[in-house]
């Protein structure tokens, strides 16, 4: 099953809605992919003994893995990792969430520099690519449960744009030349 995305409009209004295009303009798994997004839907009800999980774990080498709760009794801070995950950043390695619970968006710039959001739900694992403009925000509902994976020892930092000198910046841009 694939995951829905869409193109977002400009306005200004709470983060939390959806932001849909008037005609909506949806995005294929295969646009996901050709900007080195990439998705698995997994039965979350079994993620501590999920074989498909393990499997991807495995051989991507996601070794580490820990979760987060964002909501607002439950993440310290919320407000202001809120305010941070909102903010255009990228990272040097790539993003990899697994959602447990709950619902949230992932936004992405496309090859033109427009949004895309991306709807996360139960079941969903992304990864997103070192060196992508993204931002995060919750939904309505205002609770998310996700597994934060990573190759070898986590490296959180997030550095906002712009962050265009960086080397893995620009191997990003380059990755998608011709894709
Ligand atoms: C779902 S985990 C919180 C978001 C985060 O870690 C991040 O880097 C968002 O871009
Ligand atoms: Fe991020």
Redesign the pocket.
């Known amino acids: 099953m694939g995951i829905e995305a869409w193109y977002m409009d400009s306005s200004e209004e709470d983060q939390r809605k959806p932001h849909k295009l008037s005609p909506p303009r949806p995005v294929s798994p295969e646009q996901l992919q050709a900007l080195g997004v990439f998705h698995w839907k997994l039965n979350a009800d079994i993620y501590e003994t999920d074989p498909e999980l393990e499997q991807i774990r495995k051989s991507r080498g996601y070794s580490y893995m820990d979760i987060?709760t964002?909501h607002k009794d439950k993440l310290p801070n919320y407000e202001d990792?809120l305010k941070?995950?909102y903010e255009e950043?990228l990272?040097l390695d790539d993003?990899i969430?697994y959602?447990l619970e709950g619902r949230?968006y992932?936004d992405i710039r496309d090859r033109e520099d427009r949004w895309i959001r991306i709807a996360?739900t139960t079941g969903d694992l992304i990864t997103?690519p070192a060196g992508i403009y993204?931002?995060?925000t919750l939904d309505e509902t205002n609770y998310?449960k996700?597994m934060?994976l990573f190759v070898g020892e986590p490296v959180?930092k997030?550095y906002n744009r712009p962050a265009d000198d960086f080397q893995i910046r620009q191997q990003y841009v380059a990755s998608l030349q011709g894709s």
Do not use: D, P, T, V
Request: charge should be positive; aromatic fraction near 18%.
């Open positions: 987060i964002i990792k941070m995950f950043h990272h993003e969430r959602i949230a992932f996360m997103l993204h931002r995060f998310a996700a934060r959180w997030s």
